[in-house]
């Protein structure tokens, strides 16, 4: 399980971190989303204990990772910006990888060049940005980790690889109960891998949620009533509203709470025509920043 506590990370006279609190359960899928300069890269890099919190702590099953190797044995990190020793090719980072991870597994590392399809050969450094990514990932999940940490990781990729990727990580969590912590802008793809979303905005961490309870808690409503509607009713209701839009005769209401209960909401006024819609976890997200003033402008749904 990863447990972080209080943490508070600055560099300079700029908070990255305030006071951030996780729990990531042991063969779960966790998404971390946030707004640009959110704090989200310091975070990993707190996580896995390559900067260390000003205040707070980072626990990996039940130890703090700063500058404890066994723990850090057991993780792996793939940062947005991939880095590979000068010169060094495929099968030389293998067996570099193989001297740092003492879980490295020879055998899944030569089954998993049937995946990727790339000389081990070839200089690491000389191969496209997607194929050097494909090549992290290989390296990665030959390494066995109990933990991956993931900047961005699908960057690069075309779509098949993309999937490809996505059945190892699923397979691993499902067999070894490895424990994945993404981080990512692509939201599309987060929902079909994430268990829990926790959002951080400027350093703070916003909101945190299963998944399924995120999507289920906030609706996108359209309804038209015959005669015009004073929109007390909803005030009436305690219902909360995070957006409102006049289309001509309908009116679109983004809001959170139960289905059931904002459908009784509006059919107590009779409307003529009551949509209630699922929403993606990328309409959830614009929504939820912009209830707390990171608003988009005439948001085209």
């Known amino acids: 399980m990863i447990e972080i ?5 600055s560099f300079e006279d700029l908070a990255a971190l305030k006071n951030v609190n996780i729990k ?8 971390l989303v946030g707004s640009n300069g959110a704090g989200k890269t310091t975070l990993l890099k707190t ?8 205040q707070g702590t ?21 940062p947005d910006t991939l880095y590979f020793f000068p010169n060094y090719s495929v099968r030389d980072m293998a067996k570099y990888y193989k001297n740092i991870y003492p879980a490295w597994n020879e055998v899944r590392f030569e089954k998993l060049k049937e995946a990727f399809d790339i000389d081990v050969n070839k200089n690491i450094n000389r191969l496209s940005k997607g194929m050097q990514r494909q090549v992290a990932f290989w390296l990665a999940l030959s390494s066995m980790p109990d933990y991956l940490i993931l900047d961005e990781p699908l960057d690069g990729l075309d779509p098949v690889m ?34 829990t979303i926790g959002i951080l905005h400027k350093g703070t961490l916003i909101l945190e949620k299963e998944l399924d309870d995120l999507k289920s808690d906030v609706h996108k409503i359209q309804v038209a009533f015959k005669e015009e509607v004073s929109g007390e009713f909803l005030a009436n209701a305690q219902a909360q509203v995070l957006y409102e839009e006049i289309r001509g005769s309908v009116r679109l209401f983004i809001m959170r709470g139960n289905k059931d209960d904002l459908t009784r909401i509006f059919a107590k006024q009779q409307p003529l025509v009551l949509d209630i819609l699922p929403l993606t976890l990328e309409e959830v997200f614009i929504y939820e920043m912009g209830g707390i003033g990171y608003a988009i402008e005439n948001i085209i749904i």
């Open 162 to 195: 993309r999937q490809k990727v996505k059945n190892l990580l699923i397979q691993d969590v499902a067999e070894r109960q490895m424990t994945v912590l993404i981080s990512s802008h692509n939201l599309r793809e987060l929902e079909d891998l994430c268990d």
């Open 24 to 31: 990531i359960q042991k063969g779960s899928v966790y998404g």
């Open 5 to 9: 506590k209080d943490l508070n990370k």
């Open 47 to 54: 996580m896995v204990g390559v900067y260390q919190g000003d």
């Open 58 to 78: 980072c626990y990996i099953d039940g130890q703090e990772v700063f500058e404890n190797v066994a723990i850090k044995a057991k993780v792996i990190f793939i």
